[in-house]
């Protein structure tokens, strides 16, 4: 077993971290106190090739594997949530889903303009009386023609007054015996007639990061949009929430590694008691659990992505990436905070911003909750790993890169 990075790894992890550690660090405080996001922060990763690391040239990407892209998602997050966000949505519930139950010609009109960062995606999954429970969601897709007329709204969506087009499950057959079997996906055009978007502000974390929402009102959708067969959103949307959970996971470790770091760097400098606070047994044991967790949650989504590398389903490996790095990052942050003291509770110091960054993951693409839910459902045999009729392929360098 080889745990090693190719030095395509390295290089696209040291490429992500000088990005992140010279043009969005010096600024980030900044557009957090804003709640605004950097500007240049999506035209400058899509011009890195970080939209498309993980998908087939063919399809405009980089033909990099699943784990470069975990290594991208930790990077970006060691600096700011908001960048991995971008990930999670972009790549993670979009594009990856596209990639995956896509026909030939969705992935040439749709996928190509993403990876290539022409264009931005989204997931719009969420509502706002359903929270976890994605088989209540009340959006229609009412059979209209030659297409479905598309009716709702969708709250919590990132990036949805930044993106041109969702990937959208709604209600195609309400009178279905089982609610998940009356759901389908599509991709919706967000520059459609019909369609608005806006920004939620106030949120605790996340700051620098655009979260809102869609509603749609007799919004037409082409039938050659819907994604699969009708009747297939609910897979299709959990398949989505893998790809996004792989993402967080990743990410999450970002902040243990950051949290770890400036905590190592502050005890270094401060002293208490006649003494560096590095040399006190208490702070020691809060920087060893940390160390600890980061190599803990680098392992569990290491283990994801070598699973779809090989083109296996990896629901319980990546609930059990992201349940536990979400957890890890949190605490992370929060004795991180503590170890600064009175300046961890000020922005002047990073650490308070980890903390509230990490806290919203613990919520979001499935909260630790469902993770729970999950990981018992595989333990008492309940739930199984078995294929779904529409799979990633293996990831085959010759191929991806030809």
């Known amino acids: 077993m080889d745990f090693s990075l190719t ?27 804003k709640q605004e996001p950097i500007p240049f922060a999506i035209p400058r990763m899509a011009e890195l090739g ?12 980089q033909g990099m594997d699943f ?5 991208v998602c930790e990077e970006l997050e060691a600096t700011d949530t908001s960048l991995r966000v971008v990930m999670s949505v ?15 010609e969705q992935k040439q009109k ?6 290539t960062g022409q264009q931005i995606g989204c997931g719009a999954f969420t509502e706002s009386g359903m929270g976890s429970d994605v088989a209540a969601m009340v959006t229609t897709a009412k059979r209209d023609g030659n297409g479905y007329l598309l009716n709702g709204e969708k709250m919590w969506i990132s990036l949805a007054s930044k993106a041109d087009l969702a990937l959208v499950t709604a209600k195609t057959d309400s009178k279905a015996k089982k609610a998940t079997s009356g759901l389908s996906c599509f991709i919706v055009d967000l520059h459609s007639p019909g369609v608005k978007t806006g920004d939620l502000h106030g949120k605790l974390g996340v700051r620098a990061g655009a979260t809102g929402w869609i509603s749609f009102s007799d919004v037409h959708v082409p039938s050659e949009n819907l994604i699969g067969k009708e009747g297939e959103g609910f897979k299709i949307t959990m398949t989505a929430f893998d790809h996004g959970r792989y993402t967080v996971a990743s990410g999450a470790v970002g902040i243990i590694r950051a949290c770890l770091e400036a905590s190592v760097e502050y005890s270094n400098q401060r002293s208490s008691f ?3 606070i590095g040399e006190h047994q208490l702070i020691q044991e809060k920087i060893a659990s940390m160390a600890q967790d980061y190599e803990i949650g680098r392992l569990l989504y290491f283990k994801a992505g070598w699973m779809k590398n090989q083109g296996l389903r990896n629901t319980l490996e990546t609930s059990h990436a992201k349940k536990f790095a979400t957890e890890a990052s949190f605490n992370a942050a929060n004795e ?34 469902i993770q729970t839910l999950i990981q018992a459902g595989f333990a008492l045999g309940k739930r199984t790993n078995k294929p779904l ?14």
């Open 110 to 115: 749709f996928l190509i303009p993403l990876t």
């Open 7 to 33: 030095p395509e790894q390295l290089m696209i992890q040291k490429m992500v971290r000088d990005f992140t550690s010279k043009e969005i660090a010096p600024i980030i405080k900044e557009f957090d106190r």
């Open 274 to 276: 006649g003494s560096m």
């Open 389 to 402: 009729r529409c799979e990633l392929p293996a990831f085959d360098a010759d191929q991806w890169q030809s």
């Open 50 to 61: 970080i939209l498309g690391i993980c998908f087939p040239v063919k399809y405009g990407g």
């Open 67 to 71: 784990l470069s892209l975990g290594l």
């Open 90 to 104: 972009h790549v993670g519930l979009c594009g990856l889903t596209l990639f995956q139950w896509g026909t030939e």
């Open 336 to 369: 991180a905070l503590q170890i600064h003291g009175a300046y961890g509770y000020s922005d002047e110091y990073d650490v308070e911003r980890y903390l509230r960054n990490a806290r919203g993951a613990m919520i979001y693409e499935g909260s630790s909750e």
